[in-house]
Nanobody
Framework: QVRLVESGGGSVPAAGSLRLSCAASGDTNVISCRMGWFRQAPGKERERVAS???????WYSDTVKGRFTISQDNAKNTLYLQMDSLQPEDTAMYYC?????????????WGHGTQVTVSS
């Protein structure tokens, strides 16, 4: 079993920055393949914003490319999301996810989320 706990959310003005963290515990060997950050705004579907493979390759959605940076510290079993130049449309609940044994996001482990609110 794996547990993911997000932290670092909060309220910031537009153009501000936040750094989200996701601490993984338990059988972390099964989630060594790919991890990612998703977000869900009220009334909208959950969307992937960034993900990272075990070899360090990253992926970003077009809406956050150039503003967000995903990284991981394997020694600390922690995933990060540095968010710069935040805009009101970035307001959402942000979730950390970890694929089980290189599977799909549908069967991934999920955290409970951390709220990010950006004011104009």
């Amino acid at each position: 079993q794996v547990r993911l706990v997000e932290s670092g959310g909060g309220s910031v003005p537009a153009a501000g920055s936040l750094r989200l963290s996701c601490a993984a515990s338990g059988d972390t060997n099964v989630i060594s393949c790919r991890m990612g950050w998703f977000r869900q705004a009220p009334g909208k579907e959950r969307e992937r914003v960034a993900s990272i493979l075990s070899n360090g390759d990253t992926w970003y959605s077009d809406t956050v490319k150039g503003r967000f940076t995903i990284s991981q510290d394997n020694a600390k079993n922690t995933l990060y999301l540095q968010m710069d130049s935040l805009q009101p449309e970035d307001t959402a609940m942000y979730y950390c996810a970890a694929q089980r044994s290189c599977g799909t996001w549908v069967s991934a482990y999920w955290g409970h989320g951390t709220q990010v609110t950006v004011s104009s």
